[in-house]
């Protein structure tokens, strides 16, 4: 008889979570870079990183429903979140132009925003700690979460009232 397998601690959840963020970052960044469907990369992330160890390091279980559910939102509504980081960018800096990595965390971030119930003060926090996986010793995580505070106040303004 097998044995149950334990809950994960809130903590260990909450890792899982931030784990599948920084995955579906780096999923969306594959999408755009090598133009392969979702379903293919989805499959090889869930196969190959969720759980996964590589070169002696191991990788976290990961949210795979949230993981998921962030990468279907992104591309559902891809139209609207690239507005409205067009809106939140400066005008001589189109999405267009900017890192290909902070697009695919611009877009991860937005569908969270708009398709989820995690309060939008949290996503923020969350992507910010993703660029600083992404962009260690640079502004970026500053410029990220000046973006994402703007767009998360123009899709949910409730949340700020």
């Known amino acids: 008889m097998p044995r149950p397998v334990p809950k994960p601690s809130r903590e ?10 920084l995955f579906a970052v780096q999923a969306l960044f594959q999408m755009e870079q090598s133009g392969q469907p979702m379903p293919e990369v989805r499959e090889q992330f869930e196969t190959h990183r969720f759980g996964a160890e590589l070169d002696g390091e191991t990788y976290s279980e990961g949210d795979v429903d949230l993981f998921r559910k962030t990468l279907s939102d ?17 005008q001589r800096w189109p999405l267009g132009r900017i890192d290909p990595t902070l697009r695919a965390l611009f877009r991860a971030a937005g569908a969270e925003i708009l398709a989820s119930s995690t309060p939008p003060r949290v996503v923020i926090t969350e992507y910010v700690d993703v660029a600083k996986a992404f962009f260690s010793d640079g502004k970026e995580p500053k410029f990220v979460n000046a973006v994402l505070d703007h767009m998360a106040r123009e899709m949910k303004p409730e949340a700020f009232e």
């Open 12 to 21: 260990e959840k909450r890792q899982m979570r931030s784990t599948s963020r």
């Open 74 to 90: 992104a591309l559902d509504r891809q139209g609207d979140i690239d507005k409205a980081t067009d809106r939140a960018l400066v």
